[in-house]
C-alpha cells in the first residue's frame, strides 16, 4: 500500500511550469465552447511558465494544490479589483485539471485562499465567474457563495455574462 501526499501550499518558483500546464489544461476543460476558440488560445498562450514564475517571484498570492508530484490546480487571488464592489478580497482564479475535478480539491483550495485572505485582514471576498460556465457557478453556489453582480466580457466579438458571488459582510 502507497500513501500520495495531498499538500496546499504557496506556490514557488520552481512550481511555474506545473502551473502553467494546470492553467491550459483547465482553461481547456472549463471554457471550451465557451470562450471563441482563437480568443482562448491567446488567454492560455499569455500565461506560460515565464508569466507565472514572474508572479510567484514578485509576490503574487499563488495557492497550489499538489496529489503527490503533480500539481493538481492553483488558486490566485489577493485585494478586490472591483472598486464597485464593497468586498475586501478577491480569489482572481481557481481552477483544477479536469481528472481532479469532483475530489474535494476545490474546496481546499477554495479554503485556504480564504484563510490567507482572512489573515491578511480581508474577511469578505468575492470571485467572478461566467455565467455559461455551470460547474464553476454551481461550485461557487455550493461553498455558500451568494450572487451580488452581473457584468458582461467581451471575447473578441462574442459577450460574454459573468457573476460574482461573495463571502462575509
Known sequence: MSTILIEVRPAKAPDAPAVAETHDEAWRGAYQGIIPGAELEK????????????????????????????????????????????????????????????????????????????????????????????????FYRSLGGRMVARSSEQFGAKSLDKVAFAWGP
Open 43 to 138: 488567454l492560455i498562450n499569455r500565461r506560460g511558465p515565464q508569466w507565472w514564475d514572474s508572479a510567484i517571484r514578485k509576490g503574487s498570492r499563488v495557492t497550489v494544490l499538489s496529489f503527490g508530484d503533480k500539481i493538481a490546480g492553483y488558486a490566485n487571488y489577493g485585494r478586490n479589483r472591483a472598486r464597485s464592489l464593497q468586498f475586501d478580497g478577491e480569489i482572481y482564479e481557481l481552477y483544477l485539471r479536469p481528472e481532479f475535478q469532483g475530489l474535494g480539491f476545490g474546496r481546499r483550495l477554495f479554503n485556504a485562499a480564504r484563510r490567507d485572505l482572512a489573515q491578511s485582514g480581508l474577511k469578505s471576498m468575492v470571485i467572478w465567474a461566467l455565467s455559461d460556465n455551470e460547474p464553476a457557478v454551481g
